[in-house]
């Protein structure tokens, strides 16, 4: 079943973003490798962040964090007899604890592994394009910074650079006075230029088909962004995790396009 959005599906940014990130690589892979061989390959890489738990609200997948249960205790005192011979705790009267005016959620931090696509020339294994799928990581810190002097150093080394940015909270990992308030972005930053392409997407917009940069004097290749999320969304049946009756990820949409969304859902045949 395809979705109902005509681009990117606003829920697909909470709980199953690890899973579309991934898949999404590895499909724009798929999809390169076609067009791009045998003069170029094009490789999967994975950088580590430092992402803190704040994620968690939106159902983010982290790693599981092991709980320590008191089952433990009581095999170590069966197993002990000097444990076993101590006496017990005497039983008194509770303390008058004063509660804490304030409980806040402990935000945790982990290594995360986000995948982009490098398309390198065959026949020195050269860098000559980084695709990067932005994820909520790269959009808060300390994942942001890290992320920005990854750019830099990309530039620095004169390789093309295409963000694809398809999450709609957090800061825009690229800041520029020119850049277009829209809930999604595609940059495209051409090694040895001071100019950066940009297509600013709505939720109503259709995902464009972007250029993928080579090593000159070969042509730019097509990348078919809508099909690709088309065909991950088919191949991994998101439809059958997705509540389209509840509200989607935040930050709240916009009125215009809650409207929008609501008209769209609601013209979609029942299950």
Do not use: C
Not at 23 to 41: D, H, N
Not at 63 to 76: F, I, T, Y
Not at 198 to 205: A, E, K, N, S, T
Not at 216 to 238: C, K, R, W
């Amino acid at each position: 079943m395809p979705s109902p959005f005509p681009g990117m599906d606003p829920y697909l940014e909470g709980a199953l973003w690890p899973d579309v990130h991934q898949q999404l690589a590895a499909e724009i892979r798929r999809r390169l490798v076609l067009r791009l061989r045998p003069r170029y390959i094009v490789r999967l890489a994975v950088t580590i962040y430092e992402d803190r738990q704040q994620g968690s609200e939106l159902g983010v997948m982290y790693p599981d964090v092991e709980v320590m249960k008191s089952s433990g205790a009581w095999r170590l005192r069966e197993q002990s007899p000097e444990v076993a011979d101590w006496p017990a705790v005497e039983a008194v009267e509770p303390a008058p604890f004063t509660p804490p005016p304030l409980v806040l959620p402990y935000f945790g931090s982990f290594q995360l592994r986000l995948v982009a696509v490098e398309v390198r020339d065959a026949a020195h294994n050269d860098l000559i394009t980084a695709i990067e799928i932005i994820s909520p990581a790269n959009k808060r810190e300390p994942g942001l910074s890290d992320y920005r002097r990854k750019r830099e150093r990309l530039h620095q080394a004169g390789v093309h650079l295409l963000e694809i940015d398809l999450i709609r909270r957090f800061a825009r990992t690229y800041e520029h006075p020119g850049l277009p308030n829209t809930p999604y972005v595609i940059t495209l930053t051409r090694a040895q230029t001071g100019k950066i392409e940009v297509w600013p997407i709505g939720l109503q917009d259709a995902l464009p088909t972007v250029p993928v940069p080579l090593r000159s004097p070969d042509p730019d290749v097509p990348l078919e962004l809508g099909a690709a999320l088309a065909t991950i969304y088919d191949e991994a049946a998101y439809d059958l995790s997705i509540d389209y009756s509840a509200p989607p990820p935040p930050p709240e949409l916009s009125e215009e396009d809650a409207t929008w969304m609501r008209t769209i859902l609601e013209s979609e045949p029942s299950p």
